[in-house]
């Protein structure tokens, strides 16, 4: 088996059918795999619909929603290939994109994640991989200077805005809708932290393999769709929550505790910041989709707030 293409899915019942039956047309290339649905307690007909239109995936139904690394981790324990690719919903696979990664993760022996060319709807890039957090990269985005500066090596580090993902390149976090992850390197890592409910799980991960001395890549060699609006959107409000706690978690697993809590701070500006504009524009321009940010920034303004029940001794 050479990949096992495992799907997370909650309630994207009509995204995950689209991204299923991209994958099908890898059927006919020389790339043997397997594909494994772990559905998070979906409600939507999503487990129906897979096993009516794509019998032949390996389908795992949870009673409840486990989150994404815990449901990822579920695919992992009975995943045979020597690859194993974490792949969004809300994905479409274009013109061989597996197999390409594939050959790519072959030639490039010492490397653990893989990822590629990202695009939107309308075939524009989607900018993918970013380096690790830190301090000034959390101080850099919260201050809008990476799109003040988009085209600065410096003020854009974090998300590299002045990169157009267009050569191969070693990268600090490979973006988790399209994760292709040597198996050897999990076996040595481990799968990922469970602790992560959704967010900061592939940045952790990839963290843990460049700490055992793996390399992260990009190749634009291959290209996906990305459409957005799978499960993360259906959190509403809860999104910045969950985002603010994985990424808390995050900084105080890996960063000494008086740095985590800069970091802390870090995320609290960001919203601080944030804030003034969601409102001037709500107020100008009231309705769609400013009045949700507004809604998920105020929420996680509270939550960052209230910070101390994040702090991990």
Same mark, same amino acid.
């Given at each position: 088996?050479?990949?096992?293409?495992?799907?997370? %899915?909650?309630?994207?019942?009509?995204?995950?059918?689209?991204?299923?039956?991209?994958?099908?047309?890898? $059927?006919?290339?020389?790339?043997?795999?397997?594909?494994?649905?772990?559905?998070?307690?979906?409600?939507?007909?999503?487990?129906?619909?897979?096993?009516?239109?794509? #019998?032949?995936?390996?389908?795992?139904?949870?009673?409840?929603?486990?989150?994404?690394?815990?449901?990822? %981790?579920?695919?992992?324990?009975?995943?045979?290939?020597?690859?194993?690719?974490?792949?969004?919903?809300?994905?479409?696979?274009?013109?061989?994109?597996?197999?390409?990664?594939?050959?790519?993760?072959?030639?490039?022996?010492?490397?653990?994640?893989?990822?590629?060319?990202?695009? %939107?709807?309308?075939?524009?890039?989607?900018?993918?991989?970013?380096?690790? /957090?830190?301090?000034?990269?959390?101080?850099?985005?919260?201050?809008?200077?990476?799109?003040?500066? #988009?085209?600065?090596?410096?003020?854009?580090?974090?998300? $590299?805005?002045?990169?157009?993902?267009?050569?191969?390149?070693?990268?600090?976090?490979?973006?988790?809708?399209?994760?292709?992850?040597?198996?050897?390197?999990?076996?040595?890592?481990?799968?990922?932290?469970?602790?992560?409910?959704?967010?900061?799980?592939?940045?952790?991960?990839?963290?843990?393999?460049?700490?055992?001395?793996?390399?992260?890549?990009?190749?634009?060699?291959?290209?996906?769709?990305?459409?957005?609006?799978?499960?993360? /959107?259906?959190?509403?409000?809860?999104?910045?929550?969950?985002?603010?706690?994985?990424?808390?978690?995050?900084?105080?697993?890996?960063?000494?505790?008086?740095?985590?809590?800069?970091?802390?701070?870090?995320?609290?500006?960001?919203?601080?910041?944030?804030?003034?504009?969601?409102?001037?524009?709500?107020?100008?321009? /009231?309705?769609?989709?400013?009045?949700?940010?507004?809604?998920?920034?105020?929420?996680?303004?509270?939550? $960052?707030? %209230?910070?101390?029940?994040?702090?991990?001794?």
């Amino acid at each position: 088996m050479d990949v096992s293409i495992i799907i997370v %899915n909650w309630n994207t019942r009509c995204l995950l059918a689209q991204c299923l039956g991209s994958v099908a047309i890898e $059927m006919s290339s020389r790339v043997r795999f397997e594909v494994i649905v772990v559905d998070n307690a979906s409600t939507d007909g999503s487990c129906e619909m897979v096993r009516r239109e794509f #019998p032949d995936v390996k389908l795992i139904v949870n009673s409840e929603n486990r989150g994404f690394a815990a449901a990822n %981790n579920q695919a992992l324990a009975v995943a045979q290939g020597r690859y194993v690719l974490l792949l969004n919903s809300d994905t479409i696979v274009l013109d061989r994109a597996i197999e390409k990664t594939i050959a790519f993760a072959d030639r490039y022996l010492d490397t653990a994640v893989i990822g590629c060319r990202v695009l %939107n709807q309308d075939r524009s890039l989607q900018s993918t991989c970013f380096m690790f /957090p830190s301090l000034l990269n959390w101080f850099l985005h919260a201050t809008y200077l990476y799109q003040l500066f #988009p085209r600065s090596r410096f003020f854009g580090r974090e998300r $590299m805005t002045w990169w157009a993902r267009n050569d191969v390149r070693e990268v600090d976090v490979v973006t988790g809708c399209y994760m292709l992850v040597r198996r050897d390197a999990i076996d040595q890592v481990g799968p990922l932290d469970e602790r992560f409910f959704m967010y900061a799980e592939e940045t952790d991960w990839c963290l843990r393999f460049v700490a055992k001395g793996w390399k992260n890549r990009f190749t634009p060699e291959a290209e996906i769709i990305h459409l957005g609006g799978g499960s993360a /959107p259906k959190l509403g409000s809860n999104r910045a929550r969950v985002s603010n706690r994985s990424f808390v978690r995050y900084m105080f697993k890996h960063w000494s505790r008086s740095r985590a809590i800069a970091g802390v701070i870090m995320l609290t500006l960001f919203y601080l910041l944030r804030l003034p504009l969601l409102v001037t524009k709500r107020m100008v321009w /009231p309705g769609g989709e400013d009045d949700r940010l507004l809604e998920n920034h105020w929420a996680g303004l509270i939550d $960052m707030l %209230n910070y101390r029940r994040h702090l991990i001794s």
